[in-house]
């Protein structure tokens, strides 16, 4: 399955899920797309913005990993949405933003399915 068809297939598991995207190596969106039911609440540049402190925050957790091992997952509750970030390999992030009423764990094994995790 391409990066495409991974942020495809997520947005097809649930309606609460407003976007998926997959970062690479340098931080940089190399596959998304928005559920296109849903009004986008940054602007273009405020996207690449938040893309980049995502990618940022979680090279912060990779740094005792050596130690308490690597992070599975993360999950940031805002008022207005919720962000998730998994890593799909190590130069790769998954990010998925979710409406605040959804079941974050529910997200997380529909993205197991979709990997065959």
């Keep these: 399955m391409?990066?495409?068809e991974i942020c495809n297939a997520l947005l097809?598991?649930?309606?609460?899920i407003r976007f998926a995207g997959i970062l690479g190596r340098n931080g940089d969106l190399v596959a998304g797309n928005y559920n296109p039911n849903v009004e986008k609440l940054l602007t273009p540049e405020?996207?690449?913005?938040?893309?980049?402190?995502?990618?940022?925050?979680w090279e912060t957790r990779r740094n005792m990993s050596h130690r308490i091992g690597n992070a599975k997952y993360s999950v940031t509750e805002?008022?207005?949405?919720?962000q998730i970030s998994i890593p799909l390999s190590g130069t790769e992030l998954l990010l998925i933003s979710a409406d605040t009423g959804s079941d974050f764990k529910e997200i997380l094994d529909s993205v197991n399915k979709i990997l065959g995790k």
Excluded: C, I, P
């Design 12 to 16: 097809g598991t649930n309606k609460a």
């Design 78 to 82: 805002y008022d207005k949405v919720k």
């Design 2 to 4: 391409n990066h495409d």
């Design 46 to 57: 405020e996207v690449k913005m938040s893309l980049h402190y995502a990618a940022k925050r």
